[in-house]
């Protein structure tokens, strides 16, 4: 029995679905795991790895850690397809939420875990060709997402109907109306849909919410702010280097003699975005 038992989870199959099929409580299979030392490789437990790109390479690179064990090599596949730390660890050690909660935050604060984890991502962002300018776009996107472009709403006017389907009217003989506001959603097909967060029923409708918009707008002034700071420490040193090929041994002093239109000439190179 243990022999099957061990060959079910090797296949990836969970604690509990091993306890149901041979009628034996879960701790005893985790008995049997721990006395016969059932250890599970990189690419099981449901973990497809084979049609990825850059794969073949995120498995060499956990194999070749001997400093992680086998669960902690799963939780960091787990953590790089969602980045949830709670998730990877339910996933990786097959408990419940509530100890998850509590270790999964606690394991990728490992030194040795996060190191793993920073250097597979190296390699993922390198086999995707995924470059700082391309993240601080996504960001953009959100940052100047408008509500507007995913719903239509207002309001109007209509005259209220007895159950004669006549008008109401009012003691001068003026219809009765009142006054309704209306939102709809547009069609999926007409909206960049990668800027939803979320859409789901609330008590009052459908709810249609977008990804954070300060948080964008943060995360994108850090990312000009570096960058601009670079451009300037480079414009800086392009006119230290002009002023010394124009005759002008000390870039601090405040003289011209012809150097800005150098300047003129070679700052598209400095300041070019590429």
């Known amino acids: 029995m243990q022999d099957e038992a061990k060959k079910d989870y090797l ?6 679905d091993i306890a149901e099929k041979y009628d034996v409580s879960i701790n005893t299979v985790k008995s049997w795991k721990q006395r016969n030392n059932w250890q ?11 049609n ?12 070749a850690n001997d400093g992680l064990n086998d669960q902690q090599k799963m ?16 996933q990786a050690y097959d408990v419940d939420y509530r100890t998850a909660n509590v270790n999964g935050p606690r394991l990728l604060g490992n030194a040795s875990v996060r190191e793993q984890i920073d250097k597979l991502r190296g390699e993922i962002a390198n086999d995707l060709f995924v470059t ?6 996504e960001y953009a996107k959100q940052a100047f997402a408008d509500i507007g472009d995913y719903v239509e709403f207002g309001g109007q006017e209509s005259t209220i109907l007895d159950e004669d389907e006549r008008e109401l009217l009012d003691d001068n003989g003026n219809p009765i109306k009142s006054h309704r506001s209306y939102v709809m959603f547009k069609d999926k097909d007409k ?16 709810v249609i919410e977008l990804y954070d918009k300060q948080k964008a707008m943060d995360a994108l002034m ?12 480079l414009m800086q040193a392009q006119i230290d280097r002009l002023k010394i090929q124009n005759g002008d041994n000390d870039p601090d002093e405040d003289d011209d003699d012809g150097f800005l239109e150098a300047i003129d000439k070679s700052a598209k190179d400095v300041w070019s975005d590429e």
């Open 11 to 16: 296949a990836g199959m969970k604690y509990k």
């Open 40 to 50: 599970r490789g990189p690419t099981q437990k449901g973990v497809h790895t084979k």
């Open 52 to 63: 990825k790109k850059g794969a073949p390479k995120i498995v060499e690179s956990l194999s």
């Open 75 to 90: 939780f960091c596949l787990y953590y790089l397809q969602r980045f949830n730390a709670t998730w990877a660890y339910m």
């Open 132 to 137: 700082a300018d391309d993240i601080a776009k």
């Open 191 to 206: 909206v960049d849909t990668s800027l939803i967060k979320t859409i789901k029923s609330g008590k009052d409708g459908p």
């Open 222 to 233: 850090n990312y000009v702010g570096e960058k601009q700071s670079l451009k300037g420490q």
